[in-house]
């Protein structure tokens, strides 16, 4: 009887903490999708499931990718789903300014119930990263992070990027060149201003490339990241572009008009 009441006086006295840690993940259920949770509820969770299957094939059409592997049963992408950005940040370690964390490896996604946007622009976002890698190659050298988030922003329904703003920027030489770009490590971007400006430029190389070029020619591009492994020479044999100081200077052209 004493041990019992012991026990009974160690749990009353736990910390909150310690017993949210304890609160197993459910499991919610799609097509294409798993959903761990703890604290959200069904309207929430129906809300989750029926984006992220409207963004599956959109996502795929609008970077004109053949789809070849198919999240299904044992294969479907998992969401996990944090009550709170404390605990998404103890999951993912990422800065205050990250609503959402993707492992394209895994077909991971993290997220947060209150995260911002995140059923309009983040969930677009993560998914694009995996769908992009799918195509390219998960472990490819090749492709810069640049590359990988313009193409995860290009999915987002209002993505707070300024042509006039950047062609500032621009002009007053307050930007990150395409070299400064490549060092980028967005695990270090703790500044907000910073990280937007890194974001905003990503997006834009992609748009130019889209919009200038056309979709099906950045498809062979891609094709060509995956094949040949070397950005150089998939931005030579795609866009006929003789260097990235090239390839720069034709971006800031694009942004300057």
Not at 144 to 159: M, N, R, T, Y
Not at 164 to 185: C, N, P, T, W, Y
Not at 192 to 220: H, P
């Amino acid at each position: 009887m004493i041990n019992c009441l012991r026990l009974l006086f160690i749990f009353l006295f736990l910390p909150l903490s310690l017993l949210a840690e304890e609160q197993p993940w459910q499991v919610f259920k799609s097509t294409h999708f798993l959903v761990f949770y703890k604290g959200a509820k069904e309207p929430q969770l129906n809300e989750l499931t029926e984006r992220a299957e409207e963004y599956y094939n959109k996502i795929t059409d609008d970077l004109g990718f053949a789809r070849f592997n198919f999240w299904t049963w044992d294969d479907r992408a998992k969401i996990y789903l944090s009550d709170s950005q404390e605990e998404y940040r103890q999951l993912t370690g990422d800065p205050d300014w990250s609503a959402g964390h993707a492992q394209a490896g895994s077909k991971l996604i993290y997220t947060f119930i209150t995260a911002p946007g995140f059923l309009d622009n983040v969930l677009a976002h993560e998914m694009a990263h995996i769908i992009f890698r799918e195509m390219v190659g998960f472990n490819n050298p090749a492709v810069p992070l640049w590359l990988d988030e313009g193409v995860a922003s290009f999915q987002e329904k209002k993505f707070s990027f300024v042509k006039a703003d950047l062609a500032d920027r621009i002009r007053q030489g307050d930007f990150l060149s395409l070299e400064d770009l490549g060092k980028v490590d967005v695990a270090n971007l703790t500044e907000t201003g910073r990280a937007e400006l890194f974001y905003a430029e990503s997006f834009s190389l992609v748009r130019y490339l889209i919009d200038t070029f056309g979709k099906d020619r950045f498809v062979l591009f891609c094709q060509n990241l995956r094949d040949y492994k070397d950005l150089r020479r998939a931005l030579a044999l795609t866009y006929s572009f003789g260097s990235l100081a090239e390839f720069e200077s034709s971006w800031k052209k694009y942004i300057l008009q």
